[in-house]
Protein backbone atom coordinates (compact mmCIF):
# COMPACT_ATOMS: atom_id res chain seq x y z
CA UNK A 1 0.00 0.00 0.00
CA UNK A 2 1.20 3.46 -0.80
CA UNK A 3 0.10 6.37 0.50
CA UNK A 4 -0.71 10.45 -0.57
CA UNK A 5 0.84 13.35 0.62
CA UNK A 6 0.08 14.06 4.22
CA UNK A 7 -1.07 17.19 6.69
CA UNK A 8 -3.71 18.00 8.91
CA UNK A 9 -4.32 18.83 12.22
CA UNK A 10 -7.76 18.71 13.95
CA UNK A 11 -7.68 21.43 16.94
CA UNK A 12 -11.19 20.09 17.94
CA UNK A 13 -9.84 16.57 18.00
CA UNK A 14 -7.40 17.83 20.84
CA UNK A 15 -9.96 19.71 22.25
CA UNK A 16 -12.20 16.96 22.84
CA UNK A 17 -9.30 15.05 24.00
CA UNK A 18 -8.24 17.32 26.80
CA UNK A 19 -12.06 16.53 27.98
CA UNK A 20 -12.41 14.17 30.72
CA UNK A 21 -15.73 12.11 31.48
CA UNK A 22 -14.07 11.32 34.87
CA UNK A 23 -10.38 11.82 36.49
CA UNK A 24 -7.84 10.75 34.07
CA UNK A 25 -10.07 9.49 31.58
CA UNK A 26 -10.03 10.61 27.93
CA UNK A 27 -13.98 11.63 26.44
CA UNK A 28 -14.03 8.27 24.97
CA UNK A 29 -13.12 6.33 28.37
CA UNK A 30 -9.50 5.99 27.37
CA UNK A 31 -7.04 6.59 30.09
CA UNK A 32 -5.37 10.14 29.31
CA UNK A 33 -2.20 9.13 28.23
CA UNK A 34 0.77 11.87 29.91
CA UNK A 35 2.60 12.08 26.27
CA UNK A 36 -0.03 10.77 23.42
CA UNK A 37 3.32 10.22 20.83
CA UNK A 38 4.78 7.62 22.27
CA UNK A 39 2.52 4.95 20.92
CA UNK A 40 2.96 6.59 17.20
CA UNK A 41 6.73 7.04 18.36
CA UNK A 42 6.74 3.10 18.73
CA UNK A 43 4.90 2.26 15.77
CA UNK A 44 7.45 4.37 13.66
CA UNK A 45 10.37 2.88 15.52
CA UNK A 46 9.33 -0.85 14.67
CA UNK A 47 8.58 0.15 10.76
CA UNK A 48 11.91 2.00 10.36
CA UNK A 49 13.69 -1.29 12.11
CA UNK A 50 11.85 -3.95 9.46
CA UNK A 51 12.54 -0.90 6.43
CA UNK A 52 16.37 -0.95 7.81
CA UNK A 53 16.37 -4.57 7.79
CA UNK A 54 15.24 -4.80 3.79
CA UNK A 55 17.82 -2.46 2.94
CA UNK A 56 20.42 -4.01 4.65
CA UNK A 57 19.62 -7.18 2.96
CA UNK A 58 18.93 -6.39 -0.67
CA UNK A 59 16.46 -3.49 -0.91
CA UNK A 60 14.38 -4.63 -3.52
CA UNK A 61 15.79 -8.51 -3.72
CA UNK A 62 15.58 -8.84 -0.34
CA UNK A 63 13.93 -11.88 0.94
CA UNK A 64 12.10 -10.23 4.17
CA UNK A 65 9.80 -8.93 1.26
CA UNK A 66 8.44 -12.05 0.18
CA UNK A 67 8.19 -13.69 3.60
CA UNK A 68 6.56 -10.52 5.28
CA UNK A 69 4.51 -8.60 2.37
CA UNK A 70 0.87 -9.65 1.62
CA UNK A 71 0.38 -12.36 -1.08
CA UNK A 72 -3.11 -13.55 -1.09
CA UNK A 73 -1.70 -16.99 -3.06
CA UNK A 74 1.30 -18.48 -3.49
CA UNK A 75 3.28 -21.58 -3.77
CA UNK A 76 6.15 -23.14 -6.17
CA UNK A 77 6.83 -20.74 -8.84
CA UNK A 78 8.63 -22.84 -11.94
CA UNK A 79 9.45 -20.62 -15.15
CA UNK A 80 5.80 -19.36 -15.75
CA UNK A 81 3.51 -21.47 -14.10
CA UNK A 82 2.65 -22.50 -10.08
CA UNK A 83 3.73 -26.23 -9.62
CA UNK A 84 1.44 -28.25 -7.40
CA UNK A 85 4.55 -29.65 -5.20
CA UNK A 86 5.15 -28.82 -1.06
CA UNK A 87 7.76 -26.23 -0.23
CA UNK A 88 10.14 -28.84 0.69
CA UNK A 89 10.21 -30.26 -2.80
CA UNK A 90 9.86 -26.51 -5.43
CA UNK A 91 12.46 -26.98 -7.35
CA UNK A 92 12.22 -23.00 -7.85
CA UNK A 93 11.14 -19.91 -6.31
CA UNK A 94 8.60 -20.43 -3.17
CA UNK A 95 6.29 -17.70 -2.85
CA UNK A 96 4.96 -17.16 0.61
CA UNK A 97 1.10 -16.13 0.63
CA UNK A 98 -1.86 -16.08 3.38
CA UNK A 99 -3.60 -18.98 1.72
CA UNK A 100 -0.78 -20.87 2.05
CA UNK A 101 -0.90 -20.59 5.49
CA UNK A 102 1.42 -17.49 6.28
CA UNK A 103 -1.43 -16.06 8.01
CA UNK A 104 1.53 -13.17 9.69
CA UNK A 105 1.13 -11.72 6.56
CA UNK A 106 -1.79 -9.43 7.42
CA UNK A 107 0.53 -8.06 10.27
CA UNK A 108 3.52 -7.68 9.00
CA UNK A 109 2.06 -6.34 5.71
CA UNK A 110 1.53 -3.17 7.59
CA UNK A 111 5.21 -2.78 8.84
CA UNK A 112 7.09 -3.43 6.11
CA UNK A 113 8.39 -1.08 3.17
CA UNK A 114 10.81 -0.54 0.56
CA UNK A 115 11.27 2.89 -0.91
CA UNK A 116 12.54 5.56 1.60
CA UNK A 117 9.77 7.88 0.27
CA UNK A 118 6.85 5.56 0.78
CA UNK A 119 7.95 5.33 4.47
CA UNK A 120 8.83 8.87 5.02
CA UNK A 121 5.15 9.63 3.94
CA UNK A 122 3.33 7.31 5.67
CA UNK A 123 5.23 7.68 9.03
CA UNK A 124 4.95 11.48 8.64
CA UNK A 125 1.12 10.97 8.20
CA UNK A 126 1.28 8.51 11.82
CA UNK A 127 2.86 11.33 13.38
CA UNK A 128 0.40 14.25 12.16
CA UNK A 129 -2.31 11.92 12.92
CA UNK A 130 -1.45 9.52 15.83
CA UNK A 131 -1.01 11.82 18.67
CA UNK A 132 -4.28 13.66 17.87
CA UNK A 133 -6.06 10.28 17.93
CA UNK A 134 -4.37 9.05 21.17
CA UNK A 135 -5.15 11.95 22.58
CA UNK A 136 -8.79 11.98 21.85
CA UNK A 137 -9.20 8.00 22.70
CA UNK A 138 -6.54 6.98 24.97
CA UNK A 139 -3.97 4.80 24.17
CA UNK A 140 -5.07 1.33 24.31
CA UNK A 141 -8.35 2.51 22.60
CA UNK A 142 -5.59 4.20 19.40
CA UNK A 143 -3.46 1.09 19.11
CA UNK A 144 -6.84 -1.28 18.28
CA UNK A 145 -7.96 1.36 16.27
CA UNK A 146 -4.43 1.76 14.60
CA UNK A 147 -4.32 -2.50 14.20
CA UNK A 148 -7.68 -3.11 13.78
CA UNK A 149 -7.76 -0.69 10.51
CA UNK A 150 -4.64 -2.37 8.99
CA UNK A 151 -5.80 -5.54 9.30
CA UNK A 152 -9.38 -4.21 7.47
CA UNK A 153 -6.98 -3.13 4.58
CA UNK A 154 -5.24 -6.34 4.88
CA UNK A 155 -8.31 -8.63 4.64
CA UNK A 156 -9.85 -6.17 1.64
CA UNK A 157 -6.60 -6.78 -0.17
CA UNK A 158 -6.81 -10.14 0.71
CA UNK A 159 -10.07 -10.42 -1.39
CA UNK A 160 -9.34 -7.75 -4.04
CA UNK A 161 -5.94 -8.15 -4.92
CA UNK A 162 -4.73 -9.67 -7.65
CA UNK A 163 -3.80 -12.99 -6.46
CA UNK A 164 0.08 -13.57 -6.78
CA UNK A 165 0.70 -9.63 -6.37
CA UNK A 166 2.87 -8.87 -2.71
CA UNK A 167 0.83 -5.71 -1.25
CA UNK A 168 2.71 -3.89 1.40
CA UNK A 169 2.96 -0.63 3.60
CA UNK A 170 1.23 1.18 6.91
CA UNK A 171 -1.00 3.17 4.51
CA UNK A 172 -4.03 1.07 5.32
CA UNK A 173 -3.73 1.77 9.08
CA UNK A 174 -3.06 5.43 7.78
CA UNK A 175 -6.15 5.58 5.93
CA UNK A 176 -8.25 4.28 8.85
CA UNK A 177 -6.72 6.77 11.16
CA UNK A 178 -8.02 9.72 8.22
CA UNK A 179 -11.50 8.17 8.62
CA UNK A 180 -11.40 7.64 12.84
CA UNK A 181 -10.40 11.92 12.56
CA UNK A 182 -14.15 12.21 10.20
CA UNK A 183 -15.35 10.22 12.83
CA UNK A 184 -14.38 12.46 15.67
CA UNK A 185 -14.78 15.40 14.06
CA UNK A 186 -18.91 14.21 13.28
CA UNK A 187 -19.18 13.09 16.79
CA UNK A 188 -17.61 16.48 18.38
CA UNK A 189 -20.05 18.73 16.08
CA UNK A 190 -16.69 20.81 13.68
CA UNK A 191 -16.31 21.76 10.54
CA UNK A 192 -15.52 18.35 8.31
CA UNK A 193 -15.27 20.33 4.82
CA UNK A 194 -11.83 20.48 5.34
CA UNK A 195 -11.27 16.92 6.48
CA UNK A 196 -13.32 15.90 3.85
CA UNK A 197 -11.48 17.57 1.23
CA UNK A 198 -7.82 16.12 2.14
CA UNK A 199 -9.32 12.31 2.82
CA UNK A 200 -10.75 13.39 -1.46
CA UNK A 201 -7.23 14.49 -2.44
CA UNK A 202 -6.08 11.35 -0.93
CA UNK A 203 -7.96 9.13 -2.09
CA UNK A 204 -8.51 10.79 -5.91
CA UNK A 205 -4.47 9.88 -5.88
CA UNK A 206 -4.68 6.21 -4.78
CA UNK A 207 -6.68 5.88 -7.77
CA UNK A 208 -4.89 7.79 -10.28
CA UNK A 209 -1.37 6.76 -9.23
CA UNK A 210 -0.07 3.55 -10.70
CA UNK A 211 1.23 1.13 -8.27
CA UNK A 212 -1.00 2.53 -5.47
CA UNK A 213 -3.32 -0.23 -3.53
CA UNK A 214 -6.88 1.02 -3.69
CA UNK A 215 -8.03 -2.30 -1.96
CA UNK A 216 -5.11 -1.19 1.23
CA UNK A 217 -6.56 2.59 1.42
CA UNK A 218 -10.05 1.47 1.27
CA UNK A 219 -10.42 -1.15 3.67
CA UNK A 220 -8.31 0.98 6.36
CA UNK A 221 -10.83 3.78 5.50
CA UNK A 222 -14.04 1.45 5.68
CA UNK A 223 -12.30 -0.23 8.86
CA UNK A 224 -11.08 3.30 10.87
CA UNK A 225 -14.68 4.08 10.39
CA UNK A 226 -15.98 1.69 11.84
CA UNK A 227 -13.94 0.74 14.31
CA UNK A 228 -13.75 4.89 15.40
CA UNK A 229 -17.89 4.81 15.57
CA UNK A 230 -17.60 1.86 18.10
CA UNK A 231 -15.35 4.13 20.54
CA UNK A 232 -16.90 7.00 19.96
CA UNK A 233 -20.86 6.31 19.64
CA UNK A 234 -20.58 3.87 22.42
CA UNK A 235 -23.33 4.20 25.60
CA UNK A 236 -21.62 6.16 28.04
CA UNK A 237 -23.08 3.49 30.68
CA UNK A 238 -20.75 0.84 30.67
CA UNK A 239 -19.11 2.15 27.73
CA UNK A 240 -15.66 -0.05 28.02
CA UNK A 241 -17.78 -3.05 27.88
CA UNK A 242 -19.62 -1.99 24.73
CA UNK A 243 -16.46 -0.91 23.56
CA UNK A 244 -14.91 -4.40 24.05
CA UNK A 245 -17.63 -5.99 22.84
CA UNK A 246 -18.11 -3.80 19.57
CA UNK A 247 -14.22 -4.52 18.74
CA UNK A 248 -14.90 -8.06 19.57
CA UNK A 249 -17.32 -8.47 17.01
CA UNK A 250 -15.68 -6.65 14.27
CA UNK A 251 -12.51 -8.56 14.57
CA UNK A 252 -14.61 -11.97 14.16
CA UNK A 253 -16.15 -10.39 11.35
CA UNK A 254 -12.54 -9.93 9.57
CA UNK A 255 -11.30 -13.43 11.07
CA UNK A 256 -14.33 -15.04 9.05
CA UNK A 257 -13.82 -12.90 5.80
CA UNK A 258 -10.28 -13.81 5.88
CA UNK A 259 -11.33 -17.64 6.56
CA UNK A 260 -13.89 -17.46 3.84
CA UNK A 261 -11.47 -16.24 1.24
CA UNK A 262 -8.85 -19.07 2.61
CA UNK A 263 -10.92 -21.85 1.75
CA UNK A 264 -11.81 -20.26 -1.72
CA UNK A 265 -8.69 -19.95 -2.24
CA UNK A 266 -7.25 -23.39 -1.37
Not at 52 to 79: E, F
Not at 191 to 204: K, Q
Request: aromatic share 10%.
Amino acid sequence: MRDASVGFQCPSCVAEGAKSTRSGRTAYGGLRPTNASITSLAIIVANVGVWLAIVLTGGRASQLIDLLALRPNGGCVVGNRIADVPEAACPGTWLYSVDGGDYWQLVTNMFTHVQVWHIAFNMLALWVLGPQMELATGRARFLALYLLSGMAASTLVYWASPEFQATLGASGAIFGLMGALLVVVLKVGGDVRSVLMWIAINFVVTFLWAGISWQGHLGGFIGGVVIAGIIVYAPRTRRTLWQVLGLTAYSALLVVAIVLRTLQLV
